[in-house]
C-alpha cells in the first residue's frame, strides 16, 4: 500500500550537479517529515538531509558534508521531495534513500526511527 520511490540518481563528473526525487503514496501520501540517507558499501548510513513542515522538529537540517553545496526542498504536492546537489565530488558516491514519517513525534528523532523508505538510487561521482 505505502510506498516511497527515489528517482534522479546516475553517475556524474566530479564538479556537476544532480537532483534526486522521492515520492510517497498509500499511507504516507503524506509526510510530515522526510529525509535523504545516503550509505556507501560497508558503511554506516548518514543522515545528509531532512525537510519537514516545521514545529517542534524544524524546516530543515544538512550535515556539513554537504551543507552549502546542496539543497533540500518539498514539492507543492506535499507527498515530493527534492535534493539539489552541486560540486559534486567522487566521495559523494553512494547509495541515496528517501525516508518519510506521519508521525510528529517520530520527526523528532534520527532518522532511524522513520517507517518508511524507498529502495534507494545510485549517485556515482567521477573524476
Known amino acids: 500500500q505505502s510506498r516511497v520511490v527515489e528517482s534522479g540518481g546516475g553517475s556524474v563528473q566530479a564538479g556537476g550537479s544532480l537532483t534526486l526525487s522521492c515520492v510517497t503514496s498509500?499511507?504516507?501520501?503524506?509526510?510530515?517529515?522526510m529525509a535523504w540517507v545516503r550509505q556507501r558499501p560497508g558503511e554506516e548510513r548518514e543522515r545528509i538531509a531532512t525537510i519537514g513542515t516545521g514545529g517542534d522538529f524544524g524546516n530543515t537540517y544538512y550535515h556539513d558534508s554537504v551543507k552549502g553545496r546542496f539543497t533540500i526542498s518539498r514539492g507543492n504536492a506535499n507527498n515530493t521531495m527534492y535534493l539539489r546537489m552541486n560540486s559534486l565530488s567522487p566521495e559523494d558516491t553512494a547509495m541515496y534513500y528517501c525516508?518519510?514519517?506521519?508521525?510528529?513525534?517520530?520527526?523528532?528523532?534520527?532518522?532511524?526511527?522513520?517507517?518508511?523508505w524507498g529502495r534507494g538510487t545510485q549517485v556515482t561521482v567521477f573524476s
Open positions: 525516508g518519510a514519517e506521519r508521525d510528529p513525534y517520530r520527526c523528532g528523532l534520527p532518522s532511524a526511527y522513520f517507517r518508511f
Open positions: 498509500g499511507e504516507i501520501s503524506s509526510p510530515v517529515c
